[in-house]
């Protein structure tokens, strides 16, 4: 066969495959026609009642209800108010979806209907709590994919594991489950699957990013010391604003000049505080950093390089070693998340089945973290996905790129999922996932 004959014979048995593929239903199409609005109900209750991270109690008791009534078998204590809702169904393999449960420390400013009133009282203050992550609708999909597949139980065979996930925003969730008696008597996933919602994608459309999707977080306080006095008379003192200017402005040649061009990182200071007032040298600066990186040799480089620099800047400035800064590394390190590129491609491929060929969406990877990531442990043992979830009307995409304007994040108090369109896509396009990763 010639050449032109080989890719006329190729594109007319690729439109048979995408014809039959468009026809195949998705498994949720029946569930959707008569519980569009429960789900919807769903949503807007757990939107309106969001819960700051690990004090999820009503969040938690609210998805065990629901789920207890699909026939679930229901396993708690998987630290703070995480939980695992299991469903044996014959042999086959073992598949975990994750949702996080926890809201944000943030003022609702999106004027909706069923907008977050609540606060709690933290520290003699009243703080905000929103779902400006969109973590709500992650258990309302959560919610609706556990429901499906009760229903649809000749569709697949194995072991579904819903797993509710405390305190993702402060690192603790997944840590407090993966250290739990019980989470190591639940059966051995084969699978690990979640999903993030995407405050620009279009709703129906899931973002694939194979290998490392997400950066690795490590939150780090550091103290600067000095010898404090007369701001007139700084030849008498060792001045520890100096040096901190002075560090931080070297923190920025690590990433620049001591990792590799091929290892994307990021070194923030968030913060810095020190002295009171204008002609006092205070004795110490204390700073808060955030280092975002994907390869662990790459991170190793990192700390390393923060402390070496820190100690010979306090050095030179004339301080003697018991007085060299205090490295705080925080109880928050998530590794990088890790998207196994084979599960990727498989994810791909039933999402085009069931849904079409547009819902699938190639995009890079960010310096977010998640801690999703450790559940399949540093060498990525066990095949692991996190797809993100186009949360956006079409209408609203295009009218934002008419004004050049910006969407808001993640975490903004603007940022809400346009659910109508976006809950009942993510839907359709997660138990596409779920029931293919039985096959
Ligand atoms: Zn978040
Ligand atoms: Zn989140």
Redesign the pocket.
Known sequence: MKFIEQVLVYSLTLLVITSNAQSIKSPSSDWLKTNTEKCFDWYKYLHANPELSSQEEKTSTYLKAIVSNFGYTIIDSLGLHSFAAVLKNGNGPVVLFRT?MDGLPVKESTGLPYASNQFVQQNGKSVSVMHA???DFHMATWLSAASILSQNKKSWSGTIIFLAQSA?EIAQGAKGVLSSNQYSKLPKSDFLFAI?DNSELEAGTAGFCNNYAMAGVDMMNITLYGKGGHGAAPYKTIDPILLAANFITELQSIVSRNLSSNDPAVITVGAINGGEIGNVIPNQVDLKLTIRSFDQKARAIILNRIKTIGDNLARAAGLTDDKLPKYDLLDMTVPAVYNDPILGEKLKKSIVQHVGASAVKEVPAVMIGEDFGMYSGLDHAIPSYIVWMGTQTKNKIDSYTQQKKDFPT?HSSYYYPEFEEALPASIKIVTACLFDLFK
């Open positions: 996080d992550c969109g973590h993702e993030h993640l």
